[in-house]
């Protein structure tokens, strides 16, 4: 059982950075893929980004791309997530999720079977 939480939103303004936590629990968590979704309101979950149980991989929504970066420390089982040039519209709840069998992590929702509890990040303009 592994799990997870989320630090690190808040609120900013359009153009800014957040460094957004993820402090998991388990002596298991260098083997997980980690990844960082996003639910804005009245919209679907979305990927935003992921990394592999070693940190030598990582992969990003196009939304991010080159904005955002991912990394994690094993010996401190945290991921996190580099937020920069923020825009309004990515006001959301930020989830990090944890992946027992995907250790290169995913982008599907359904590749993960751990997930936190989220923390909103608002972006005002």
């Known amino acids: 059982q592994v799990q997870l939480v989320e630090s690190g939103g808040g609120l900013v303004q359009a153009g800014g950075s957040l460094r957004l936590s993820c402090a998991a629990s388990g002596r298991t968590f260098s083997s997980y893929g980690m990844g960082w979704f996003r639910q804005a309101p009245g919209k679907e979950r979305e990927f935003v980004a992921t990394?592999?149980?070693?940190?030598?991989?990582?992969y990003f929504a196009d939304s991010v791309k080159d904005r955002f970066t991912i990394s994690r420390e094993n010996a401190k089982n945290t991921v996190y997530l580099q937020m920069n040039s923020l825009k309004p519209d990515e006001r959301a709840v930020y989830f990090c999720?944890?992946?027992?069998?995907?250790?290169?992590?995913?982008?599907?929702?359904?590749?993960?079977?751990?997930w936190g509890q989220g923390t909103q990040v608002t972006v005002s303009s």
């Open positions: 999720a944890a992946s027992s069998l995907r250790q290169f992590g995913g982008s599907r929702q359904g590749d993960y079977d751990y």
């Open positions: 990394i592999s149980w070693s940190g030598g991989g990582a």
